[in-house]
């Protein structure tokens, strides 16, 4: 007796240990830690640093497609469009399954019909694309084709980018609709997450599904355009209005593209509308301006009690949510000199389709958990029948478990809170522009050379310490891709200092041998 006691008495103490070293372990442990360095060595002008990170993650055997995405990104922010466009293929072509029907879009589970898949946590599951990241990939990989003097492939990716966002509405749309409702103790468990995630709803309500990026509608729109596809070009501008009917650029192109198709609709919608005819005659030279803001939240473990059925207890399960209020874009003026050529409009929040994605694969995220929960108060209602060492073994391993299990907060964090749009007509020449801050007066400066008969594309990622910008002529007329450092007009990280004239923060050859850096911000 005495001897079963001593082993009893071991056993204990060595769940004790186990547990006391797993809480050193996990204590000092930040989930993020590596992806705020990531970020603030972009918003340093420290390329080199976010790229290393996101070649690390490619070598994970659970983040590869994560790692794609990211150093796509990365390499996009660095002018190395070339490197960049090889990244987003790589996780584009992961994507997208051939099969003797055609090819098939696979993204990120939805609904509850995904099932636990490792006995550990969701950071042990290969990471899935998803459906709004893949989207923002392929958007991201017409510009590189543009950047890179291939409108061509852009127009390809395009038209991929139109087929994947169909595929994924009738993915989704089944999913949902065969997803099974969770009951019992996983129903328990939505409830408890759904009221965590209710600081998200107003973010939510900014998008229609996780899915539809009015962006990626609107440029899908100009390629068809400049490829004389007028009833393609009509329908993608279309549904870029649906999704930002707000937006008085994606209304004019809508509406102008519209009178090309349909007489009878386009007198209706431009008497409900009450647009004015004249608004909608394009300039022969123009520019179209994309601005990006900051960078989207990331998500957060956050701990949910949950009944135990059977056994009169609660655990503690982790469960990702975002917590950072709705972000306010900042109201941007168009500017040279004293003239205010316009004011960009908002074209879609990155913000909310991250949020919206969450909440649609929160019901997988809870089966899959709570079925783990089940499975460890199985055993031990097992090994509680069995001798103490089996007894003890187990409960050590599953206070363990409890106390390392994390929640799966991966997600595409370079990506921008918001994107802006502008477009209008300037005259042919070049141009020191303006883009100036009207919430807090901040102004960043960078010169653009446009010819007659150009539409100029001006791309602006501006992530806090410094703004990346590219142009490109949207219609093969004008000079070749350029690519500039300007200063940031975001508060809340301190200013880089700009890097040599010619080279890219990140040291690779510019866009343009003659690139040069506008550094310049003041406060008006």
Same mark, same amino acid.
């Given at each position: 007796?005495?001897?079963?006691?001593?082993?009893? &008495?071991?056993?204990?103490?060595?769940?004790?240990?186990?547990?006391?070293?797993?809480?050193?372990?996990?204590?000092?442990?930040?989930?993020?830690?590596?992806?705020?360095?990531?970020?603030?060595?972009?918003?340093?002008?420290?390329?080199?640093?976010?790229?290393?990170?996101?070649?690390?993650?490619?070598?994970?055997?659970?983040?590869?497609?994560? +790692?794609?995405?990211?150093?796509?990104?990365?390499?996009?922010?660095?002018?190395?469009?070339?490197?960049?466009?090889?990244?987003?293929?790589?996780?584009?072509? +992961?994507?997208?399954?051939?099969?003797?029907?055609?090819?098939?879009?696979?993204?990120?589970?939805?609904?509850?019909?995904?099932?636990?898949?490792?006995?550990?946590?969701?950071?042990?599951?290969?990471?899935?694309? @998803?459906?709004?990241?893949?989207?923002?990939? *392929?958007?991201?990989?017409?510009?590189?084709?543009?950047?890179?003097?291939?409108?061509?492939?852009?127009?390809?990716?395009?038209?991929?980018?139109?087929?994947?966002?169909? /595929?994924?509405?009738?993915?989704?749309?089944?999913?949902?609709?065969?997803?099974?409702?969770?009951?019992?103790?996983?129903?328990? @468990?939505?409830?408890?997450?759904?009221?965590?995630?209710?600081?998200?709803?107003?973010?939510?309500?900014?998008?229609?599904?996780?899915?539809?990026?009015?962006?990626?509608?609107?440029?899908?729109?100009?390629?068809?355009?400049?490829?004389?596809?007028?009833?393609? /070009?009509?329908?993608?501008?279309?549904?870029?209005?649906?999704?930002?009917?707000?937006?008085?650029?994606?209304?004019?192109?809508?509406?102008?593209?519209?009178?090309?198709?349909? /007489?009878?609709? &386009?007198? +209706?919608?431009?008497?409900?509308?009450?647009?004015?005819?004249?608004?909608?005659?394009?300039?022969?030279?123009?520019?179209?301006?994309?601005?990006?803001?900051?960078?989207?939240?990331?998500?957060?473990?956050?701990?949910?009690?949950?009944?135990?059925?059977?056994?009169?207890?609660?655990?503690?399960?982790?469960?990702?949510?975002?917590?950072?209020?709705?972000?306010?874009?900042?109201?941007?003026?168009?500017?040279?000199?004293?003239?205010?050529?316009?004011?960009?409009?908002?074209?879609?929040?990155?913000?909310?389709?991250?949020?919206?994605?969450?909440?649609?694969?929160?019901?997988? !995220?809870?089966?899959?958990?709570?079925?783990?929960?089940?499975?460890?108060?199985?055993?031990?209602?097992?090994?509680?029948?069995?001798?103490?060492?089996?007894?003890?073994?187990?409960?050590?391993?599953?206070?363990?478990?409890?106390? !390392?299990?994390?929640?799966?907060?991966?997600?595409?964090?370079?990506?921008?809170?918001?994107?802006?749009?502008?477009?209008?007509?300037?005259?042919?020449?070049?141009?020191?522009?303006?883009?100036?801050?009207?919430?807090?007066?901040?102004?960043?400066? &960078?010169?653009?050379?446009?010819?007659?008969?150009?539409?100029?594309?001006?791309?602006?990622?501006?992530?806090?310490?410094?703004?990346? !910008?590219?142009?490109?002529?949207?219609?093969?007329?004008?000079?070749?891709?350029?690519?500039?450092? =300007?200063?940031?007009?975001?508060?809340? =990280?301190?200013?880089?200092?700009?890097?040599?004239?010619?080279?890219?923060?990140?040291?690779?050859?510019? /866009?343009?041998?003659? @690139?040069? *850096?506008?550094?310049?911000?003041?406060?008006?």
């Amino acid at each position: 007796m005495r001897q079963k006691d001593r082993g009893g &008495f071991a056993w204990r103490c060595g769940a004790a240990s186990a547990v006391a070293l797993c809480l050193l372990m996990t204590g000092c442990v930040s989930t993020n830690v590596s992806v705020d360095h990531a970020l603030n060595a972009l918003r340093a002008g420290d390329n080199a640093h976010a790229l290393t990170w996101a070649e690390d993650l490619k070598t994970s055997i659970y983040s590869k497609r994560l +790692g794609d995405i990211e150093a796509g990104r990365v390499r996009m922010l660095s002018g190395d469009f070339l490197g960049s466009s090889t990244n987003f293929s790589h996780a584009i072509e +992961g994507v997208i399954e051939k099969t003797e029907n055609g090819p098939v879009v696979k993204v990120g589970d939805v609904g509850a019909n995904v099932m636990a898949g490792t006995i550990t946590d969701d950071r042990t599951r290969a990471y899935n694309i @998803a459906a709004y990241e893949y989207i923002q990939a *392929l958007t991201y990989q017409m510009l590189d084709d543009l950047f890179l003097g291939k409108p061509d492939a852009a127009a390809v990716e395009a038209r991929r980018a139109v087929f994947a966002q169909d /595929a994924i509405a009738e993915k989704y749309g089944k999913a949902m609709q065969e997803g099974k409702k969770p009951t019992g103790m996983q129903a328990t @468990a939505l409830g408890s997450v759904n009221a965590k995630m209710q600081g998200m709803e107003p973010v939510i309500q900014l998008s229609r599904s996780s899915y539809e990026n009015g962006l990626t509608w609107y440029l899908c729109g100009l390629m068809f355009e400049q490829d004389q596809d007028l009833a393609n /070009a009509s329908l993608a501008c279309r549904k870029a209005w649906e999704l930002t009917p707000g937006n008085p650029y994606v209304q004019r192109d809508f509406l102008r593209l519209l009178r090309t198709q349909d /007489a009878e609709a &386009f007198k +209706g919608l431009m008497a409900q509308t009450g647009t004015d005819p004249q608004t909608l005659v394009r300039s022969q030279t123009e520019i179209i301006v994309i601005v990006e803001e900051g960078f989207v939240p990331q998500r957060q473990s956050v701990k949910v009690p949950i009944p135990v059925p059977g056994v009169n207890t609660l655990t503690s399960i982790d469960f990702p949510v975002y917590q950072a209020p709705a972000y306010v874009p900042m109201a941007l003026e168009i500017r040279e000199q004293d003239h205010t050529y316009g004011l960009s409009a908002l074209a879609v929040s990155l913000q909310s389709l991250a949020y919206r994605d969450l909440k649609e694969k929160m019901p997988g !995220i809870v089966v899959r958990n709570v079925t783990r929960v089940a499975t460890r108060v199985a055993a031990q209602a097992v090994a509680n029948q069995g001798g103490d060492a089996v007894k003890y073994g187990v409960m050590a391993f599953n206070v363990i478990s409890t106390i !390392i299990n994390k929640a799966d907060t991966r997600a595409w964090y370079t990506l921008p809170m918001v994107s802006h749009l502008y477009r209008g007509a300037i005259a042919p020449g070049e141009h020191m522009l303006e883009l100036r801050n009207q919430s807090n007066g901040l102004v960043t400066t &960078f010169p653009v050379k446009v010819v007659a008969g150009e539409t100029r594309l001006i791309w602006v990622a501006d992530i806090g310490g410094n703004a990346r !910008i590219a142009t490109a002529s949207l219609n093969g007329k004008g000079a070749p891709a350029t690519f500039q450092v =300007c200063g940031s007009l975001l508060f809340g =990280c301190p200013q880089m200092i700009a890097p040599a004239a010619g080279e890219t923060t990140a040291g690779a050859p510019a /866009a343009n041998e003659t @690139a040069q *850096l506008g550094y310049e911000r003041k406060q008006q």
